[in-house]
């Protein structure tokens, strides 16, 4: 049985920092690329970063590059994302996924590429 399972959420202030970190079972972790979405209240899920099988490249939405941060550990199966300067707007719940490496230098940003997913964890920044 495939987990994704998040954890690491929570609330802080604007300027704040959070790590989120995401342990996977289940799947022969250094086959998949992996990724981190977001979904805002109101809005539909969006791309946030991802990195490549072998941690050899990472990819950001415009809207946190320099800020968020992605890494991976394929000896604990386990996908971070670290989130620095935080703002209002990046209260979402965020939700780690993994695709299988159908190619291998480059990640897919569509949701539908995607083959599991986790269950979400809740950020909320206060400004």
């Known amino acids: 049985q495939v987990q994704l399972v998040e954890s690491g959420g929570g609330l802080v202030q604007a300027g704040g920092s959070l790590r989120l970190s995401c342990a996977v079972s289940?799947?022969?972790?250094?086959?998949?690329?992996m990724a981190w979405f977001r979904q805002a209240p109101g809005k539909e899920r969006e791309f946030v970063a991802g990195i490549l099988w072998n941690g050899g490249r990472a990819y950001y939405a415009d809207s946190v590059k320099d800020r968020f941060a992605i890494s991976r550990d394929n000896a604990k199966n386990t996908v971070y994302l670290q989130m620095n300067s935080l703002k209002s707007e990046d209260t979402a719940v965020y939700y780690c996924a993994a695709s299988y490496r159908r190619s291998r230098d480059s990640i897919p940003r569509e949701e539908s590429l995607y083959d599991y997913w986790g269950q979400g964890t809740q950020v909320t920044v206060s400004s």
């Open positions: 289940g799947l022969p972790f250094s086959n998949y690329h």
